[in-house]
């Protein structure tokens, strides 16, 4: 057992969105580690809430539906909490969109509401944020490093960085030892499959488990980061663990480039069912494309130890199998 393993035992820890794709991966592998977990999520139509995604833990964690948005259930929630892993988010690129003002709402307030009901409830914890790659928006030089500049191409992506500043900001002032992550494209078991609005990867699987056309946008040559999410969790927990990394912002993903078309065909490979297919970008997804991207985790490698352990082929083989046993859960 690696020394970090030892660090969640017995600890309480809060995991705002939970049911949600990366939270539940996450709350699973520290119950696992003897940690007493608490999952805040209100089950947000069109995200990736979902009480199967939990159903292997369902008796040993506590979940509470509200609203981190709710102060007065916050208030009560953050007591005694000695870890918080902030993951409820409004995710939806298209939602984002269509309705920015729900950004705002959720991923700034939200993270505010948090942040206030640790200030006067529970300055002793600590807050981990999930924040995302598209803080930077296109890239002007790559890898993209964490002094790259921060132009975000979409609302999502505004929000989530303003909130990554409000939990710096309460860790200079009120010193809440907070840590921010900027994630890579993510993907794995537990996602949900409902919606192409977003996670591009996990809809790719879908299409080839169902024996269909994936569609590839443009002409495919866009290149992407893409985690496993085994990958993250164990970034989650070692960042959480390594006292140098509070009050710091950190790049999380692989460093490989892959493109839209290598990683389709892979899939169909992998699957052995589906065929790709070029298709036109939808107007909506043409004005929030940031373009090439991918990781320079140099800074998270040398202060927290952490670099990603599974292959592409290794995650996709471990996701496809995973949606062939459980389909129906997720569509
Ligand atoms: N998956 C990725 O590729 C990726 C990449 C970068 C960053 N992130 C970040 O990681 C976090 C989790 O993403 P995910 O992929 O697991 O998404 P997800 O949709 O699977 O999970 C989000 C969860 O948050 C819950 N939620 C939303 N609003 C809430 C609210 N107001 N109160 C309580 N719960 C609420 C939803 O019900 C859902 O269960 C998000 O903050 C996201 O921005 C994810």
């Known amino acids: 057992m690696t020394p970090y393993e030892e660090v969640f035992r017995e600890r309480r820890v809060l995991v ?25 999520d209100n089950m947000m139509p069109r995200l990736g809430g979902n009480l199967f995604n939990v159903k ?36 939806n690129h298209v ?30 914890t600590k807050i981990i944020f999930a924040g995302t790659r598209g803080e930077y928006g296109s890239s002007v030089t ?25 939990v710096l900001v309460y860790h200079d002032v009120h010193k809440i030892p907070g840590t921010c992550l900027r994630i890579t494209n993510t993907y794995g078991p537990r996602h949900q499959m409902a919606h192409d609005e977003y996670g591009v990867l ?36 070692r960042v959480t663990a390594r006292d140098q990394a509070y009050g710091e912002v950190f790049n999380v993903g692989t460093g490989i480039p892959v493109s839209f078309i290598d990683l389709a065909k892979r899939i169909v490979k992998i699957a052995g069912t589906g065929k790709t297919a070029f298709t036109e970008f939808t107007q909506e997804r043409k004005e929030v494309e940031p373009g090439d991207y991918y990781t320079d985790i140099s800074k998270i490698k040398r202060m927290v130890g952490w670099e990603p352990k599974t292959d592409l082929e290794e995650g996709l083989r471990r996701t496809v199998e995973f949606y062939r046993k459980y389909k129906k859960e997720y569509w």
């Not at 939970?18 to 939270?23: E, H, M, Q, S």
């Not at 008796?59 to 409820?88: C, P, W």
């Open 56 to 91: 292997e833990i369902a008796d040993r964690v506590h979940i509470n539906f509200t609203d981190v948005r709710d102060s007065h259930s916050m208030d009560y929630l953050v007591k005694g909490q000695e870890i918080i892993f902030h993951l409820a988010g409004q995710v």
């Open 16 to 40: 705002t969105g939970g049911l949600g794709f990366v939270g539940s991966n996450l709350s699973a592998r520290l119950i696992a580690l003897g940690a007493k977990v608490t999952i805040v």
């Open 202 to 237: 996990n809809w790719f699987i879908r299409k080839a488990i169902d024996n269909e056309v994936i569609p590839v946008f443009g002409d495919g040559r866009i290149l992407r980061d893409f985690l496993y999410v085994d990958d993250l969790v164990d970034c989650f927990l």
């Open 142 to 166: 790559l890898p993209v490093g964490e002094d790259h500049p921060t132009n975000p191409k979409g609302i999502y992506a505004v929000t989530n960085l303003s909130a990554e500043k409000m």
């Open 95 to 124: 939602d984002s969109i269509r309705n920015p003002i729900q950004d705002l709402d959720i991923n700034c307030r939200g993270t505010l509401v948090l942040l206030e009901s640790c200030r006067k409830n529970n300055q002793g």
